[in-house]
């Protein structure tokens, strides 16, 4: 025989699932990896590179700072695959508003990368001019 519902198990919602605990040390909602380091460490280091260049070094200028910046470019790309990765995520989970802000900060990212090769580019151009 076949059972029927009754109305009060056809009202009543399902258990929300509770969130799979964060593993490992994390800054926000950034966890601590070695990428993540690593990243950081190539956008503080070439932005600290680059001025002390423009401001203590004044002989062999253009091709260090064409070197601080394609390590800065490397970096921001570095930033927009791993944001790319995460909307993709985000999106396939209905996350909308995460995946528009990492769209965005993604976006950027690349837009940052470009500009950098470029000033990488025309740096090396002037110097060997």
Do not use: K
């Not at 509770?18 to 070439?46: D, E, F, K």
């Not at 790309?77 to 396939?92: D, G, P």
């Not at 209905?94 to 500009?115: E, K, M, P, Q, Y």
Request: glycine fraction near 10%; hydrophobic fraction near 55%.
């Amino acid at each position: 025989m076949i059972e029927r519902p009754t109305p009060a198990t056809i009202d009543r919602p399902a258990p929300a699932a509770a969130p799979p605990p964060r593993q490992g040390p994390h800054v926000g909602p950034i966890p601590i990896t070695a990428v993540n380091l690593l990243i950081a460490l190539g956008v503080v280091g070439s932005l600290v590179w680059i001025a002390y260049v423009v401001a203590a070094i004044d002989e062999e200028q253009i091709p260090l700072l064409a070197a601080g910046f394609a390590v800065l470019g490397a970096s921001f790309v570095a930033i927009a695959i791993s944001a790319l990765v995460e909307m993709w995520r985000a999106a396939s989970r209905a996350r909308g508003g995460r995946a528009l802000a990492l769209a965005i900060v993604g976006g950027l990212s690349g837009l940052a990368a470009i500009g950098c090769f470029t000033v990488t580019a025309l740096s090396a151009l002037v110097w060997t001019s």
